[in-house]
């Protein structure tokens, strides 16, 4: 018998002015994102924006439905958008905010399992270091380096292989 302990890494930034620039400019447009996001039944707007290698940002917003299930969230609209797009470029940075209709946040969220999931297999598929970065408004924001630090003992395509 063997026990494994696993660590992971974030960093913590008091306020989002403290974040470096090109992670500032992210945040912003996902904040914009999070306006047009279409959330009727939960209230809480997420915005997405991803920067590829080739520099273009990408962004998304969730998509809500009355079927709840056929909603998507800000994460997934925008990779899925950044993937078919651009094929073959890799997606190395993405900021993820909210904004609840009822309330201020003012701590980071982090992304649901399937976003994980999915930003994991870009991750694997285009061999970068993704970098998250989770951010409020006024308060905490936190930055994430590699998915082995959002979703470690991730589902792998390497599974599906003999
Ligand atoms: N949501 C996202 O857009 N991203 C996440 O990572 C978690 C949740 C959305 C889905 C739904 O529209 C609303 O937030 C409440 O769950």
């Known amino acids: ?34 306006q047009n996001a279409y959330s009727p039944y939960s209230g809480f707007a997420v915005g997405a924006a991803l920067r590829l290698a080739n520099g273009v940002v990408v962004t998304g917003n969730n998509q809500e439905n009355a079927a709840y ?26 900021a993820i905010v ?3 209709e009822n309330f201020d946040i003012h701590e980071p969220f ?5 976003c994980r999931q999915v930003m994991v297999e870009y991750e694997q598929l285009h061999q970068v270091n993704l970098r998250v970065i989770l951010a409020t408004k006024s308060g ?20 599906l292989k003999e």
């Open 98 to 100: 909210a904004q609840n």
């Open 140 to 159: 905490k924001c936190v930055v994430v380096e590699g998915m082995e630090n959002l979703l470690p003992l991730a589902f792998l395509a390497k599974y």
């Open 1 to 34: 018998m063997k026990e494994n302990t696993f660590q992971i890494k974030m960093t913590q930034y008091d306020h989002r002015k403290e974040l470096p620039f090109a992670d500032q400019e992210l945040v912003n447009l996902a904040f914009e994102a999070a």
């Open 69 to 94: 299930p056929s909603g998507l969230c800000a994460e997934r609209v925008a990779m899925f958008c950044a993937a078919s797009q651009y094929r073959g470029i890799a997606i190395e940075s993405i």
């Open 110 to 114: 982090t992304p649901c399992g399937a």
